[in-house]
């Protein structure tokens, strides 16, 4: 049972566009909720974070949006540079177990 | 700062053998966990040590098994492989893991390959 998933595996933008990706899960429990990148070869890095009492975080060309009555996340870069095209993991986690569980991934793709 | 490194990088082995992973934690960590990366499934979660107990565990056969050091460092086993353990294995560490809202510094990975 995927408690997070991403339904799109790959996702084209051109650059200087806005790049959404979407991220859904299944359990009310989860209480924060994460973005990691990761570049082939690399080990995902960390990118950002919201915790379930906020519906917005931002940083920089990053924001995260999150909707609990729809149990949806949204990660959203503008503008969107080549240097961002890498897989981008969705993870949650619930303070009560502490686990991290993380979705599919969805490579972005930004074109020159 | 050292981050988190993985030894070795790349791994070869053969169906039924067993294999061992390495992972030493940002200086500090106390926290490991560990994941499994394959196409299509993403990061699955295999378990977390914490001061060298077993904290979490994710649903993995018993062929999977771990220990932390009092060093924090962290081992992972494998054993009777098969082929589809073929994976990249992450190893990520945290100040404190479990409830904590710590996030986690993943290292580069084990590539292991089942042939």
């Known amino acids: 049972d995927q408690q997070v998933k991403q339904n799109s595996p790959s996702l084209s933008v051109q650059e200087g566009r806005i790049s959404i990706l979407n991220c859904d899960y299944t359990n009310s429990m989860f209480d924060y909720f994460l973005w990691y990148k990761k570049y082939p070869a690399e080990g995902p890095t960390f990118l950002i974070s919201?915790?379930?009492?906020?519906d917005k975080n931002e940083d920089g060309r990053f924001t995260v949006f999150l909707n609990k009555s729809a149990k949806h996340l949204s990660l959203h870069i503008v503008p969107s540079q080549p240097g961002d095209s890498a897989v981008y993991f969705c993870?949650?986690?619930?303070?009560?177990?502490?686990?991290?569980?993380f979705g599919q991934g969805t490579t972005l793709q930004v074109k020159p | 700062k050292a981050g988190v490194t993985q030894t070795p990088r790349y791994l070869i082995k053969t169906r039924g053998q067993q294999v061992t992973l390495s992972c030493s934690p940002i200086s500090g960590h106390r926290s490991v966990s560990w994941y499994q990366q394959t196409p299509g499934q993403g990061l699955q979660f295999l378990f977390e040590y914490f001061s060298e107990t077993q904290r979490n565990k994710g649903n993995f056969p018993g062929r999977f098994s771990g220990r932390q050091f009092s060093n924090s460092r962290s081992e992972m086993n494998v054993s009777t492989l098969e082929l589809g353990d073929s994976a990249l294995y992450l190893c990520?560490?945290?100040?404190?893991?479990?409830?904590?809202?710590?996030?986690?510094?993943f290292g580069p990975g084990t590539r292991l390959t089942v042939t």
């Open positions: 919201i915790s379930s009492i906020k």
């Open positions: 990520a560490s945290s100040l404190e893991g479990g409830g904590s809202l710590a996030e986690q510094y």
């Open positions: 993870a949650a986690r619930s303070s009560n177990t502490g686990k991290l569980i």
